[in-house]
């Protein structure tokens, strides 16, 4: 494994409130306004049933998030570790590095997005640390080992939450790191608590990207950093409109196992972040750096024990095994992109 840094195919820092190299307004912030228009026009005529209808099919997507990572985490963990992440690699790395080598990919995943944010190990200011979608906590205790800052992480998933505070207490840390079960977008903490609110591949569970990032920016100190780390579709093209309809097919394909809600771009992440003027706003994308990933879990579960823990494991873990083609395919055509998105709280 490399010491030193591969450029990430994709940089764009970005000042506040310059948005004349995004699609503006965002397509995104366009069908949440049409879609709250829809409500109103529709409230003498059966708009609690339709509330009722979205918040029946939020609840459901959150069961299966659930029932999906207390069902595969176990063997996630037995195979790749606590990171429940992808590994950063140099765009020439190989699939064939040792199982080693792909988790020290991991840890520079998490070395590489807080350097990209300007998160030092000089810095001071990090205190506390809110880690959303925190798996089973591997990048809090990282972080919290790092920092020595308290971090607390949230999770939709009570087995994951267990297991992360379990090896919280293993890893002697129980004082600095704790999960909890809690939503996202309604996360149970006072606003402005945090000196860095983390998001490591969750953002794609978020059914309400806008709620999510505003969620984000409450539960943020001021001028404290956010960093979201998430799988993102292509950004459109100017005077596009939407996906092509079989990039859409696939993605759809990739949501029914994943259990994923509509995919964004992170140009529309950027333009929630304008929205709600954060500073020093920055992107990247590192779907080259994340490549090797992918074809590395696929050899991996192919092995006599991936294959018996993957059997051992359940129909959504064996599911989820045969999607990863999907995924491959997905950022071979460009469809699917990884994206970092970064920010700051005002003062």
């Given amino acids: 494994m490399k010491a030193t840094l591969a450029p990430p195919s994709s940089l764009i820092s970005l000042p506040r409130h310059k948005v004349s190299s995004l699609r503006s307004p965002s397509l995104l912030l366009q069908s949440q306004r049409r879609s709250s228009a829809l409500m109103?026009?529709?409230?003498?005529?059966?708009?609690?049933?339709?509330?009722?209808?979205?918040?029946?099919?939020?609840?459901?997507?959150?069961?299966?998030?659930?029932?999906?990572?207390?069902?595969?985490?176990?063997?996630?963990?037995?195979?790749?570790?606590?990171?429940?992440?992808?590994?950063?690699?140099?765009?020439?790395?190989?699939?064939?590095?040792?199982d080693s080598g792909h988790r020290e990919a991991q840890i520079r995943m998490i070395e590489e997005s807080l350097r990209f944010a300007g998160v030092t190990e000089e810095e001071k200011k990090i205190k506390r640390v809110v880690d959303v979608g925190c798996g089973i906590g591997g990048s809090s205790r990282y972080i919290a080992s790092k920092f020595g800052a308290e971090c607390i992480g949230i999770t939709l998933s009570p087995v994951q939450a267990k297991r992360a505070n379990d090896l919280a207490t293993a890893q002697s840390l129980s004082h600095k790191v704790s999960f909890q079960v809690a939503d996202a977008l309604d996360q149970p903490f006072e606003d402005g608590i945090s000196d860095l609110v983390w998001s490591m591949?969750?953002?794609?569970?978020?059914?309400?990207?806008?709620?999510?990032?505003?969620?984000?920016?409450?539960?943020?100190?001021?001028?404290?950093?956010?960093?979201?780390?998430?799988?993102?579709?292509?950004?459109?093209?100017?005077?596009?409109?939407?996906?092509?309809?079989?990039?859409?097919?696939?993605?759809?394909?990739?949501?029914?196992?994943?259990?994923?809600?509509?995919?964004?771009?992170?140009?529309?992440y950027v333009e929630l972040l304008q929205s709600l003027s954060l500073q020093d706003i920055k992107y990247a994308d590192w779907s080259e750096n994340v490549a090797p990933f992918w074809p590395a879990v696929i050899r991996?579960?192919?092995?006599?024990?991936?294959?018996?823990?993957?059997?051992?494991?359940?129909?959504?873990?064996?599911?989820?095994?045969?999607?990863?083609?999907?995924?491959?395919?997905?950022?071979?055509?460009?469809?699917?992109?990884?994206?970092?998105?970064?920010?700051?709280?005002?003062?």
């Fill in 201 to 268: 591949e969750s953002g794609e569970h978020m059914p309400d990207k806008a709620k999510f990032v505003k969620e984000l920016v409450r539960v943020t100190a001021p001028g404290g950093r956010i960093i979201i780390v998430t799988w993102c579709h292509r950004n459109l093209s100017q005077g596009e409109e939407s996906l092509q309809p079989w990039e859409q097919n696939l993605l759809d394909r990739i949501c029914k196992t994943f259990y994923l809600p509509a995919w964004c771009s992170t140009t529309d």
């Fill in 40 to 98: 109103t026009t529709t409230a003498s005529r059966g708009s609690v049933a339709v509330t009722a209808a979205a918040t029946s099919s939020a609840e459901a997507l959150r069961e299966g998030i659930a029932e999906f990572y207390n069902e595969t985490s176990g063997l996630w963990e037995e195979i790749w570790g606590d990171h429940m992440h992808h590994g950063f690699y140099d765009p020439d790395s190989s699939v064939q590095l040792s």
């Fill in 300 to 347: 991996t579960a192919l092995t006599w024990k991936g294959l018996v823990s993957l059997l051992r494991s359940g129909m959504k873990s064996i599911k989820g095994a045969l999607t990863m083609p999907l995924m491959i395919e997905g950022y071979k055509k460009g469809v699917i992109k990884f994206g970092i998105i970064t920010c700051q709280k005002p003062l």
